[in-house]
């Protein structure tokens, strides 16, 4: 019923003109949304943990997505680089290998028990976006909020049809490179936000993949855990609660903002608060991250916090 309902309001009889698809209603949808709508849309479920596709249970139809393959090994200046963002070929067969279509609609969820759940969706959907993907969002809360709205899960999973998706313009602007974020260690317009916890920005810890310890000099530290619940669901705050955080953390809203981690992966979260939530539009993802400009011996790294 609800396709042929979907179908008389696409289909303009007096015309015999087919409508566009109504769009995602927001970068961030809920769980009743999406139980309204769900034959409609392409549902990629992210997380690391395979096996818990089946033993957790997922929303019925979604497609399983590996977050450790949304990434690839690239070399640049010689440098051996994992984790990075997936060149134009590589992205567009990893879009139809999951049955992405040209026109889909894409609802990307996740376990939605942590934080960490959460970076991994946010990092998918940062790539559809530089490559021109228009209609995409995140389930706010992922899989445990689906629940929580007393919708069920399924332990049945099917293989994904290939899909037809074609690879868009590109969006450089929400990218930087090593050497926008050397340049902007003298650019008072640009604010640097370092998203891991407070242990790795003053270098009480660090990933074996990154070669120094601490933070590039400058840079304010976001962690990205700081946006969801602690307990419960891993959804976002309201608007008002993730401002008074950036607030907090004296993060200069007007000007440029440039995110890096350990690896490019955590601070998607924060790209997705500052430029799809709050609508910050000149906010970029450093994609080497530190564990490109710890490479670099003449890259400046620092344990002391900004002032």
Known sequence: MKKLLLTLLLFN???NIVLAEASLPGPLITADWLANNLDEV??????????????EGHIEGAILVNVKKIRIDREIDGKKLTRMRPDAA???????DHGVNKNSQIVITH???KSGHVAGAARLYWH??????????????????WVTALEDLTTESEKAASGNYEVGAKHPEILATM????DSLNDSSVTL????????HIGVDKKDYVFAYGHIPGARNLPYKFLNPAKGDAVFFEK?????????????????????????????????????????????????????WTQYEANPMTRKLTP
């Open 42 to 55: 392409v549902i990629l479920d992210a997380r690391k943990d395979l096996d818990s596709f089946t033993s």
């Open 193 to 200: 936000v370092d998203t891991r916890g407070l242990r790795y």
């Open 13 to 15: 009889p007096m015309t």
């Open 240 to 292: 008002d609660k993730l401002k008074n955080i950036i607030d907090a953390l004296h993060i200069n809203m007007d000007n440029t903002l440039i995110m890096f981690c350990n690896s490019a992966y955590e601070c998607s979260s924060d790209w997705f608060v500052l430029h799809e939530i709050l609508d910050h539009k000149d906010v970029r993802i450093y994609d080497g991250s530190l564990h490109q």
């Open 179 to 182: 050497k926008q974020v050397q």
């Open 90 to 96: 590589s992205f567009e067969k990893f879009m139809r």
């Open 128 to 145: 559809m976006k530089y490559y021109g993907v228009k209609n995409v969002a995140l389930l706010d809360g992922g899989n445990a909020a």
């Open 111 to 113: 376990r939605g028990q």
